[in-house]
């Protein structure tokens, strides 16, 4: 059974940090890639940053790009999202979750822990 784990989440002005953490479950965590997405109030769930199964490829949705850093520490089954320089579009649940290999886009199934609430306030 997968178990994804969020935390890190809280409330800080815009130029602030955070950093993410997700503990994953119910997988070979270091055989598979995982991604971090958000959803805002009103609107669709949305890719943020997906990293591979040794953390030597990542990539990121636009607007993240140069501000987040996605990570992972296998020994811990652990994948972390760096937040730089937020701003209130940034303002959403963050959910992490095993991806696809070759579409780190798309999770792998439609499994989603809690999340946790990241909210920027200008």
């Known amino acids: 059974q997968v178990q994804l784990v969020e935390s890190g989440g809280g409330s800080v002005q815009a130029g602030g940090s955070l950093r993410l953490s997700c503990v994953a479950s119910g997988r070979t965590f270091n055989a598979h890639a995982l991604g971090w997405f958000r959803q805002a109030p009103g609107k669709e769930r949305e890719f943020v940053a997906g990293?591979?199964?040794?953390?030597?490829?990542?990539i990121y949705e636009d607007s993240v790009k140069g501000r987040f850093t996605i990570s992972r520490d296998n020994a811990k089954n652990t994948v972390y999202l760096q937040m730089n320089n937020l701003k209130p579009e940034d303002t959403a649940v963050y959910y992490c979750t095993f991806v696809q290999r070759a579409d780190y886009r798309s999770p792998l199934r439609n499994h989603w822990g809690q999340g946790t609430q990241v909210t920027v306030s200008s």
């Open positions: 990293i591979n199964w040794n953390g030597d490829t990542t």
